[in-house]
């Protein structure tokens, strides 16, 4: 059995130690907004936050984080809106396919949270997620637009 | 304002709470409608809360279609936007009509352009009946009665009544046959930039994709495919791994694959990897890229080749020449890389199958169940949900089949197939291998006056669908070249032609398909002679353009955007280059630097389009954008080679695609000339490649003429 604090809440989990943490989310706790893209860290469709740093949740043993606070997307905000980056994604139109935006939304959160104004160099360095429908320019505008909210994302 | 309005209102809000402005956003969660007897048509159910239901026979993949068409729908409808909504059309359904919504088939840029017609239609007899129905309750002619905002209205004596309080009596009427269309000074929704009805969800996690599905008694399996194509499953060791945490059964799929099914989808994977299996590899292992690049090259010398294009005498022509030039391009194979992987959940039962597929085709869809079951088309009920991005790879149907070959020996109980990365990308349908050698004569005003375009690869058609071969002919191998989409008719003396080279290797339909290669071997050869010739890039293709005044119209558009000729920083160059496809007129200029060590940076690109008639403005630019995202990844990055008869590469460390600091500012332009509709997905990628590489000669004088970039030294001095 591992524990695993997710949203606040702790589970008993019967998975495998080494069981990545992606697949513990999606298949035990059955939270499927977090998406498992490449199984390398490669792509960042996984990243969650674990202690609040955004981490690529496929290359994360289960076993390993029983201490931490792990946060998802269903976690980010009760309403799927009320993120300031949620509602820059909403009011900009990000997602196209939308596969990767989970991921994307939690690396610009982080990156917010640790840096409310951010340069478009700084923005280049922490999003490092894979789109392929190519969002890329709106994600860029829509991270300027949550810090310029001056809300807290 | 009726009573359920002011209702709706608050139960809306009341499910948002605390969103603040969610009405004015106009963002629907999309659910099915419990059509009742509020169906107008097959195009329409309005509720009585007044909610619009738009039904959507295409599919969602990002590109902006169950929007787009939602749109063209609720325009003829003279519907409130902010009530409108959509819903897949399911396939069963379709075929249970009669295929009354039509073709399910969403590519080739044709969600808009191949159903404007017939949905527009719909939209407006929808209309027709709501008006026909308020004015049998009021009694009076329907030629006195208006419609505007979802809501009808009786002129003169200014009674009105919304369209959710009539839709129970307009849905008892016959559905009109002959409607009268708007014409595009009269719409209101059509053109404009309305967001996605589909965004909200994917904000947070809750749009459910195939791959998220989950089922009571649900299990999963994990499959590997022979590496090399054409090759066949000889054995595997199911003992080996049967008491692993969570295994079930360990299955033959059809004869090239095995997969495991287990409890959780981690464990079957985790399983396979542990599995003994013995493949016949056959003849396959023995070719490489190498071998292949060879087999093209001879196409390009061969005496026989499929025609495209022949106008005047080429030969004498490049003989009476001032100068000949000549060079040699190559493509490599493309994988896909859809962000979520390859996957499928079916359920076979009482003879019966159900499935779960994000597919670009839901017909096929449909039939590929049917027939991996062993059952009737009508015995099979097929969920469609959004796709995780299609680019053409989710077209085909070889995971549908998969998924119910596996559940169907495990029966009663849903099993969802997933692909690991590694196996989506080495089982594609790659974008074609292709060379081309461009020979071109110059007069001494350097004009050009004669022009061979041989290409030569691998046939989409001939690997997919022989059927649609033409006397050994694959049309779309001309694509953008034909003498309909050919911009250059100046040329009096023109061939093109195709030498067909088929290997093991599956081939397929990748965003744009050979539109991309095409225009990347005809723009930077024209920009070689521009070169050759002395002459400003723009202003030769100009003149090459004067009998093509729509190519013309939006090279000029870009040209005029990127201010074409005013000096730019130090260090930064321009290129240029336009297309036709889809139906749509394209253009780009890219503004690159590259340093001394050879880094090189795209800046800024600047690119027109002119599809027709533009439905949204905001997800055209969308998709213009991300066109560069697409075509760039390939033109920087894209190869898939061939060793041994399988894909070297297999995940995103050796298959790298464009990231976020690489992208350049990109500004669209839409210059719409009206008159007709063409598509939006994928022509823009085309002029993505060639205005980037254009600008590196010009930055460099190095011209790029075998893809991808990274294998190129731009270092220069």
């Not at chain 2, 260090?571 to 590259?594: L, P």
């Amino acid at each position: 059995m591992i524990k695993l604090t997710v949203n606040g809440t702790t589970h008993e989990v019967d998975a495998e130690p080494d069981t990545p943490l992606l697949w513990v989310i999606r298949e035990w706790l059955g939270m499927t907004g977090t998406k498992y893209g490449c199984g390398i860290a490669q792509c960042g469709a996984c990243t969650v936050h674990i202690d609040g740093v955004a981490t690529r949740s496929c290359q994360v043993p289960a076993g390993s984080v029983s201490a931490a606070q792990i946060v998802t997307i269903e976690g980010l905000s009760s309403d799927g809106l009320s993120n300031p980056v949620q509602d820059a994604w909403l009011r900009l139109d990000v997602p196209q396919c939308g596969y990767c935006q989970s991921g994307q939304i939690m690396a610009a959160v982080a990156l917010l949270r640790s840096n409310p104004t951010p340069t478009d160099a700084d923005i280049d360095t922490a999003m490092t997620n894979i789109c392929r429908c190519g969002t890329y320019q709106r994600i860029r505008e829509a991270i300027h637009a949550a810090a310029m909210s001056g809300r807290k994302a | 304002m009726s009573n359920k309005m002011a209702l709706r209102r608050r139960s809306f809000l009341g499910s948002v709470a605390a969103l603040g402005g969610g009405l004015a956003l106009g963002w629907r969660v999309p659910a099915f409608a419990d059509a009742g007897d509020q169906e107008l048509g097959i195009w329409v159910v309005i509720s009585p809360d007044d909610t619009v239901t738009v039904r959507i026979a295409r599919s969602e993949m990002g590109q902006g279609t169950f929007t787009g068409l939602a749109q063209l729908v609720a325009d003829e409808l003279d519907a409130d936007w902010r009530n409108v909504q959509a819903e897949y059309v399911s396939p069963d359904e379709n075929l249970a009509h009669k295929r009354a919504w039509g073709d399910m088939s969403t590519g080739g840029s044709r969600g808009i352009r191949g159903s404007v017609d017939y949905v527009r239609k719909g939209g407006a007899a929808a209309r027709a009946m709501l008006i026909t129905a308020a004015s049998m309750l009021w009694d009076v002619p329907a030629a006195e009665c208006t419609t505007k905002l979802g809501v009808v209205k009786h002129e003169k004596s200014g009674r009105t009544i919304t369209y959710g309080d009539i839709a129970a009596d307009a849905a008892k009427l016959p559905v009109p046959t002959e409607v009268t269309l708007k014409t595009p000074e009269q719409w209101t929704i059509i053109g404009k930039g309305v967001r996605r009805l589909d965004t909200f969800q994917k904000l947070s996690g809750r749009q459910v994709f195939a791959i998220d599905v989950q089922l009571p008694d649900m299990l999963n399996a994990a499959i590997a495919q022979c590496p090399v194509y054409g090759g066949t499953l000889r054995s595997f060791s199911a003992d080996k791994i049967k008491s692993m945490p969570g295994v079930r059964t360990v299955v033959p799929v059809d004869d090239n694959a095995v997969a495991v099914v287990a409890d959780k989808w981690y464990q079957a994977k985790t399983a396979l990897a542990a599995l003994p299996i013995v493949w016949n590899e056959g003849a396959g292992a023995m070719v490489d890229s190498a071998q292949i690049a060879e087999l093209l090259k001879g196409g390009l010398e061969a005496k026989e080749a499929a025609l495209g294009q022949k106008h005047g005498d080429v030969e004498s022509g490049l003989a009476s020449a001032a100068k000949v030039i000549e060079a040699m391009y190559a493509s490599p194979y493309l994988a896909h890389a859809t962000m979520e992987p390859m996957n499928c959940t079916a359920k076979f039962a009482d003879g019966k199958v159900e499935i779960w597929v994000p597919s670009q085709n839901g017909d096929a869809s449909l039939a590929a169940a049917a027939e991996a079951g062993g059952v009737k088309l009508g015995d099979v009920k097929v969920n469609k949900l959004h796709l995780g991005g299609g680019f053409g790879r989710r077209g085909q149907q070889d995971y549908t089949r998969q998924a119910v070959l596996i559940a169907k020996q495990v029966p009663g109980r849903p099993v969802k197939l997933i692909w690991t990365r590694e196996e989506d990308t080495a089982h594609d349908f790659y974008r074609p291998i292709t060379q081309c050698r461009l020979r071109a004569g110059l007069d001494a005003s350097g004009n050009v006056v004669a022009l061979h375009a041989r290409l030569s690869g691998q046939s989409i058609l001939a690997y997919l669908a022989p059927s649609r071969m033409e006397n050994g002919v694959d049309r779309i191998a001309f694509q953008s070249w034909t003498e309909e989409e050919f911009g250059y008719k100046t040329i009096p003396n023109l061939l093109i032609d195709h030498a067909v080279r088929n290997t093991h290797v599956p081939v397929g339909f990748w965003r744009g398909v050979n539109t991309n290669q095409n225009a990347i071997y005809m723009e930077c050869f024209i920009d070689e002679l521009a070169n050759a010739a002395g002459k400003d890039p723009l202003e030769f293709r100009r003149a090459m353009l004067a009998k093509s005044p729509k190519h013309l119209a939006v090279l000029n558009a870009a040209a005029e955007k990127a201010e074409w000729g005013k000096p730019l920083p130090a260090g930064v160059f321009r290129g240029i280059c336009q297309n036709y496809g889809y139906g749509s007129y394209t253009a780009a200029v890219a503004e690159v630097s590259v340093s001394p060590q050879g880094a090189l940076k795209v800046h800024r690109i600047v690119a027109a389009t002119d599809p027709g008639y533009a439905v949204n403005p905001q997800q055209i630019e969308a998709q213009v954008q991300g066109s560069f995202v697409y075509g760039l990844s390939a033109v920087l990055y894209g190869e898939i080679s061939i060793a041994k008869g399988r894909a070297v590469q297999s995940n995103f460390d050796t298959y790298p695609v464009m990231r976020l600091a690489e992208m350049p500012k990109v500004e669209t332009v839409i210059v719409p000339s009206g008159g007709f509709w063409g598509g939006v997905g994928e022509p823009t990628i085309a002029v993505a490649g060639p205005a980037v590489l254009n600008a590196i000669f010009a930055a460099t004088g190095k011209r790029i003429r075998t893809l991808p970039l990274r294998q190129h030294d731009l270092a220069h001095a």
